[in-house]
């Protein structure tokens, strides 16, 4: 049995978790690779940075000894007002379609398909920075989740910065965003930290493992200034070396640019942290890596999530015996 550590005021809460992944909305799916001990059965409550993070953790996972399970209630760029209104939708009208957005079914109809060890929620990226957003969604999908998984631990995903060019950055108040990458950070992860203290859940924190990575001279992507993104030529782009996000990328004769999503880069690290936090075990010994990334990158990616891992727990430990005085 794997378990995760957090302590509370004179006493110890043990999370026992089990874990597998890649499952559509309603079927959740399962890889063996313990001899055939219980999964961890893992329900997600996200969106595309959800997909991100777990992208490789039935990889990590399956390298790892574990068996996992994994059910997913995700809906590209939604908040948690978004999925309590579609819960909320279903709650008064079962047949209310837009109870029903997870490929025709209902939050409530995904978690009552079997008994879940751990769900996660988290807010979208681009109000992650705002506390007041969380409220009160954060909490009444906390009691609902609790409602009806009673034994089930809920978990915040701490979502990521965007690059450090974007274009555009997380809400930080009612009409006003962050100036940079580095303030994104601070604010979302203060706001993640807030209401994680007020719920009394812990938190993955694959945002702090990102700006790690970050903020470190060596490690750090830099805009390649020499390139002309004014004039661009295909299939020519920008030197990107280090970048955890998708950056730029030809679309047919288009230069695009994204920001805001993971990479290859950046969904290795993020399945590497979840991989930590939900194992209570080191990936840095772990061989899968994706393909595409320098061996010496994703040597300092697997140890940085590691050490966030642990650093976390750390923190939450004190946040939570502090939350009981």
Known sequence: MIYLRYVRKNRALL????????????????????????????????????????????????????????????????????HWDHAEAAEQNPD??????????????????????????????????????????????????????????????????????SKDFSQIAARD???????????SRAAYHTMANELGIPIIPNGDAFWRINSTAKWAYQKDNAFNYRQPQSPA?????????MGYRWDKDKLAFDSHHA?????????????GFLFDESPVKLTFCPEGIAPDFAKQLRKTAWSTVKKERKTSAYVLADAEK
């Open 263 to 275: 990479n290859e880069a950046g969904c290795y690290l993020g399945a590497l942290v979840w991989y």
């Open 96 to 165: 209310d379609p837009k109870g029903k957005p997870y490929g025709g079914k209902s939050l409530k109809m995904l978690l009552s398909e079997g008994v879940w060890d751990v769900v996660t929620i988290q807010q979208a990226s681009i109000l992650s920075g705002d506390v007041e957003t969380y409220r009160p969604y954060a909490r009444k999908l906390y009691e609902y989740v609790k409602k009806l998984q009673p034994n089930a631990t809920v978990v915040f995903h701490q979502t990521w910065a965007y690059r450090t060019d």
């Open 237 to 245: 782009l920008p030197d990107q070396t280090h970048s955890l996000h």
């Open 15 to 82: 999370f026992f978790l089990l874990f597998t992944v890649e499952a559509a909305f309603s079927q959740p799916t399962s890889s063996a690779g313990n001899g055939g001990k219980h999964p961890l059965r893992l329900f997600l409550i996200g969106n595309s940075f959800s997909q991100n993070a777990t992208r490789y953790l039935p990889q990590l996972s399956k390298e790892g000894g574990h068996d996992l399970v994994i059910g997913r209630a995700e809906i590209g760029g939604s908040s948690l007002q978004r």
């Open 177 to 187: 965003s962050a100036r940079s990458a580095e303030q994104m950070w601070e604010k």
